[in-house]
């Protein structure tokens, strides 16, 4: 099924060029887990426009979508769900992850991921050559 187009504004262009530079500890050590197809041969994007909206991450070929959240999130619900209501009807599947899932297991988090990308084989998480730097 071919991607559904969508118009970016510049603004949210912007922000997700922002959220890249501004990643969480937990973004950054799942990044660390999903860049360069070191998960799975998978290609993900981080903090990736999707419409008016900006996700986590982002894998087209498995048209899934991961996103990392927080504890603003619990003030947010009805603002992610509309969010996922939106990414569901472009065709994508929207997984959610609690920053302390990734932080008390990036790499179950990251087979998860795999499995739901529809990976059978075994699950390979190249690990990365330099860890993400610790959080400030």
Same mark, same amino acid.
């Given at each position: 099924m071919p991607e559904k187009r969508h118009r970016i504004r510049p603004q949210t262009t912007q922000r997700a060029r922002t959220l890249r530079r501004a990643a969480t500890f937990p973004e950054r050590l799942l990044w660390s887990r999903l860049r360069a197809g070191r998960l799975a041969g998978l290609k993900f994007r981080?903090?990736?426009a999707l419409g008016p909206f900006v996700a986590d991450f982002y894998c087209a070929e498995a048209r899934l979508v991961i996103e990392i959240d927080g504890r603003t999130h619990d003030e947010r619900?009805?603002?992610?769900?509309?969010?996922?209501?939106?990414?569901?009807?472009?065709?994508?599947?929207?997984?959610?992850?609690?920053n302390d899932d990734v932080l008390d297991g990036v790499d179950a988090v990251a087979e998860d991921i795999a499995r739901h990308a529809g990976w059978?084989?075994?699950?390979?998480?190249?690990? @990365? #050559?330099? *860890?993400? @730097? #610790?959080? *400030?």
């Open positions: 981080r903090q990736h619900q009805e603002h992610d769900r509309r969010r996922t209501d939106y990414l569901s009807g472009l065709g994508l599947r929207v997984i959610r992850y609690s059978n084989g075994e699950i390979v998480v190249t690990q @990365p #050559a330099d *860890p993400p @730097p #610790a959080p *400030p």
